[in-house]
């Protein structure tokens, strides 16, 4: 999947070692999320994140909602 295209997915968002959001995935799999502070609240829930992808892991998020 090149950078630039979009991303959809779904799985329970975490915090990782450095402060980041990162939305763990069923098959074991991980997102790096670049996605706005209002997230905090669902720390711990399954969300759906609809995005682009700007690394090998980070989505830019433009969408997300709680599952």
């Known amino acids: 999947m090149p950078k630039g295209a979009p991303v959809d997915v779904t799985g329970i968002l975490k915090m990782d070692g450095y402060d ?7 098959h074991g799999a991980f997102w790096t999320l670049d996605i706005s502070s209002k997230a905090k609240k669902h720390l711990g829930a399954r969300l759906h994140v609809k995005g682009k992808r700007i690394g090998f892991n980070r989505i830019s998020v433009e969408v997300f909602e709680a599952v």
């Open 20 to 26: 980041e959001y990162i939305l763990d995935m069923d």
